[in-house]
C-alpha cells in the first residue's frame, strides 16, 4: 500500500500492512492489508481480547476458528491464518472482492433461473461439504454469501457454526440462533434439531430469494413471522418454473422427518441441470494448536504491532483501496451483527488537509462534541449521553491526489438515528469545503 515514503501512519502486524476499514461490527472490525512478502491483498478481521473475554465470546471464537480451519473449499472463504498480539485477535482471511449475493439481489431484483441455480449448485456444493465434516453453519442467508471476481459464491461468517462435540445426548443441537426469516421451524420450537436439516431449510429460503427477488416468509410480527414458518405457508409467484417449484417445496417442508436430504437434493432433475461440482482440497490434518494459541500471553506466540507515529500529510490511497471502497465490494458478510442503516459516509474535497481539518473541528464543537485529534485522524465523542449511551464517531481525512481528499466519518458507538441526525448537520455545515456525500455522487467511487 503506497505511501510515498512519507511514514503515513500505517500499522504492520507480522507481515501484513493494514490499510482501511472495510467493514465493522459489535465485535470485530474489518480491514484490508497487504501481505508484504506476496504482494496479495487479505481481509483481516481484528476481534479485542478484553471485550472478547468481558462478553464471555472465548469459547465461540475458538469454535469460530476451528470450523474455519476444517473447511477448506473453492465455495467457503478461506482462513489464512490466525494471529494474536497482548490486546488483538487476528483473522487473515481471503479477500473476496465482488461484494454480497444480497447487494446483487437489491440491486437486480429476482435472478434468471439459471443464475440463480448456479448460485444453488455452489451453496449447496459446499454446505454439504460442512456438514460431511460435522460443521453446521446455522446462518445461513444471501448477506452471508459473498461473490469473488468470477461471480463464484463464497460463504462466510461462521460465528454460529456447530461442531458434533455441542449435541447433546440425543444428538441433536439444541441452541436456538439464526437470522429469523431463514431458520428452521425445529429451530424455533427449541426442542432439539438436526443441523444438517436445518441448514438446508435455509438452503431453500436462500433459492426462492434467488428466484423471487423476496422472502417466502416475511411479517412484521415475529410471532406471526414464525407461526407462517411453523406451518410452511408461503406463495409462489407465476414465473417460478414447475421443476423449482418442486425442489422447494421438497425443502421448505416443516416437518425435518419429511424434508428431502442432501443426498436427494443432489439426484432432482432440475438441481442437476448444468451441475458442475468444485474440485475440494485433499483431506489432511488439521493443527488447531494455534486455536488456543491466541489466547495466551506468552511472547512467543505474539505477534508485533508496529506503528508509524506522526505522518507529515494524510495516508494515501492507493488504486486498488480505491477500487474496494465501491459499493459492490461490501465485505460485512466477514463480520457479525451487521445493522440496516450504513455506518460510513463519505465526502470529496480539493482544499488542502489542513483546512479541511479546521473547519471540521470548528463545526463539531458546537455539536456539543469532545475532540481527541492526532493529525488527520479525529474521534469525536458526545458529551451528553444518547438513547443508547454516548455517540462516538471515527473520522480520517485520506489524500487521493495531490488536490483531492476523501474525508471518511464512521460510527464507533452509540444510536443509529443521533448518528444520521449528526450527518446531516455536520455535512450541511461542510458545505463550503466539501464536494458532496456517498449518497449524491451516484456512481462515484466516494
Not at 185 to 199: L, S, W
Not at 318 to 330: P, Q, V
Not at 374 to 397: F, P, Q, W
Request: aromatic residues 10%.
Amino acid at each position: 500500500m503506497s505511501d510515498k515514503g512519507n511514514g503515513t501512519g500505517r500499522t504492520r502486524v507480522g507481515k501484513y500492512e493494514l490499510g482501511r476499514v472495510i467493514g465493522e461490527g459489535n465485535f470485530a472490525k474489518v480491514k484490508l492489508a497487504k501481505d508484504t512478502i506476496s504482494g496479495h491483498y487479505v481481509a483481516i478481521k481484528i476481534l479485542d481480547k478484553d471485550k472478547v473475554f468481558k462478553d464471555n465470546m472465548a469459547e465461540q471464537i475458538k469454535r469460530e476458528i476451528s470450523t474455519m480451519k476444517l473447511v477448506k473449499h473453492p465455495n467457503i472463504v478461506q482462513l489464512l491464518e490466525v494471529m494474536a498480539s497482548k490486546t488483538k485477535i487476528y483473522f487473515v482471511m481471503e479477500y473476496v472482492t465482488g461484494g454480497e449475493l444480497f447487494n446483487k439481489i437489491n440491486r437486480y431484483g429476482k435472478l434468471k433461473e439459471d443464475d440463480g441455480r448456479k448460485y444453488f449448485q455452489q451453496l449447496i456444493n459446499a454446505v454439504d461439504y460442512c456438514h460431511s465434516r460435522g460443521v453446521y453453519h446455522r446462518d445461513l442467508k444471501p448477506e452471508n454469501l459473498l461473490l469473488d471476481s468470477d461471480g463464484n459464491l463464497k460463504i462466510s461468517d461462521f460465528g454460529l457454526s456447530a461442531l458434533p462435540q455441542q449435541c447433546r445426548e440425543d444428538g441433536l443441537l439444541h441452541t436456538t440462533c439464526g437470522t429469523p426469516n431463514y431458520v428452521a421451524p425445529e429451530v424455533i420450537v427449541d426442542k432439539g434439531y438436526d443441523g444438517a436439516k436445518a441448514d438446508l431449510w435455509s438452503c431453500g429460503v436462500i433459492l426462492y430469494v434467488l428466484l423471487a427477488g423476496f422472502l417466502p416468509f416475511d411479517d412484521k410480527n415475529i410471532t406471526n413471522l414464525y407461526k407462517k414458518i411453523y406451518k410452511g405457508e408461503f406463495n409462489y409467484p407465476p414465473w417460478f418454473s414447475s421443476g423449482a417449484k418442486r425442489l422447494i417445496s421438497r425443502i421448505l417442508t416443516p416437518n425435518p422427518k419429511h424434508r428431502i436430504t442432501m443426498v436427494q437434493v443432489f439426484q432432482d432433475s432440475w438441481f442437476r441441470r448444468g451441475f458442475r461440482p468444485a474440485k475440494q482440497a485433499v483431506e489432511r490434518h488439521v493443527d488447531v494448536d494455534d486455536v488456543h494459541a491466541v489466547f495466551n500471553q506468552t511472547k512467543e506466540c505474539l505477534v508485533m504491532e508496529q506503528k508509524v507515529q506522526n505522518p507529515r500529510r494524510p495516508t494515501l490511497l492507493n488504486a486498488f483501496e480505491l477500487i474496494s471502497l465501491n459499493r459492490g465490494l461490501n465485505l460485512s458478510g466477514l463480520f457479525e451483527n451487521k445493522q440496516d442503516f450504513k455506518h460510513e459516509k463519505r465526502f470529496t474535497s480539493s482544499h488542502p488537509a489542513p483546512e479541511i481539518i479546521s473547519k471540521m473541528e470548528e463545526t463539531v464543537k458546537p455539536l456539543g462534541f469532545d475532540i481527541e485529534k492526532c493529525d488527520y485522524k479525529m474521534n469525536l465523542r458526545g458529551s451528553e449521553c444518547g438513547r443508547k449511551g454516548c455517540l462516538s464517531i471515527a473520522t480520517e481525512v485520506f489524500e487521493v491526489a495531490p488536490t483531492l481528499f476523501m474525508i471518511e466519518m464512521r460510527k464507533d458507538d452509540g444510536d443509529t438515528l443521533e448518528y444520521r441526525k449528526f450527518c446531516d448537520n455536520f455535512s450541511t455545515a461542510l458545505k463550503d469545503v466539501v464536494w458532496n456525500t456517498e449518497a449524491e455522487s451516484s456512481g462515484s467511487v466516494v
